[in-house]
C-alpha cells in the first residue's frame, strides 16, 4: 500500500482558490490511479476528482466541473487539486486516496490520507 499524506486547506472567503497537496509515499506511486473525495458534517464522503496513472484521464463530479483541475507528478510523488470559484457548499475535509482503477466510488480505494480541511465562508 501507499502512505497519503494531504496538505493546502484551510479557510478562504466564497470566490477563492485553494490548492491541496498529496504527497505519497513508496516508489508505486505511478501505478495507482488517484482521486481526490470530501465529507462534509452529517453526509457520506462523496468523489470530487480522480486522475489516471499516466495522468492522461480525469473525471470530475458535476458539482466541481469547471472549477476544480486535478494533476500529478508522478516524478514527486505528488497529486494536486487546484480548486477556484469556491462555495459554502464545498466546506469539507478532503481526502487524498490510491486505487487501481480510475472510478468514482470510494469503495475501490484502497489506501487514504487523514483529510485536510477545507472550509469557505460566505
Known amino acids: 500500500q501507499v502512505q497519503l499524506v494531504e496538505s493546502g486547506g484551510g479557510l478562504v472567503q466564497a470566490g477563492g482558490s485553494l490548492r491541496l497537496s498529496c504527497s505519497a509515499s513508496?516508489?508505486?506511486?505511478?501505478?495507482?490511479?488517484m482521486g481526490w473525495f470530501r465529507q462534509a458534517p452529517g453526509k457520506e464522503r462523496e468523489f470530487v476528482a480522480v486522475?489516471?496513472?499516466?495522468?492522461?484521464?480525469?473525471n470530475y463530479a458535476g458539482s466541481v466541473k469547471g472549477r476544480f483541475t486535478i494533476s500529478r507528478d508522478n516524478a514527486k510523488n505528488m497529486v494536486y487539486l487546484q480548486m477556484n470559484s469556491l462555495k459554502p457548499e464545498d466546506t469539507a475535509v478532503y481526502y487524498c486516496a490510491a486505487g487501481r482503477l480510475v472510478v468514482v466510488t470510494p469503495q475501490d480505494f484502497g489506501s487514504w490520507g487523514q483529510g485536510t480541511q477545507v472550509t469557505v465562508s460566505s
Open positions: 513508496g516508489r508505486t506511486f505511478s501505478s495507482y490511479a
Open positions: 486522475i489516471s496513472r499516466s495522468g492522461d484521464t480525469t
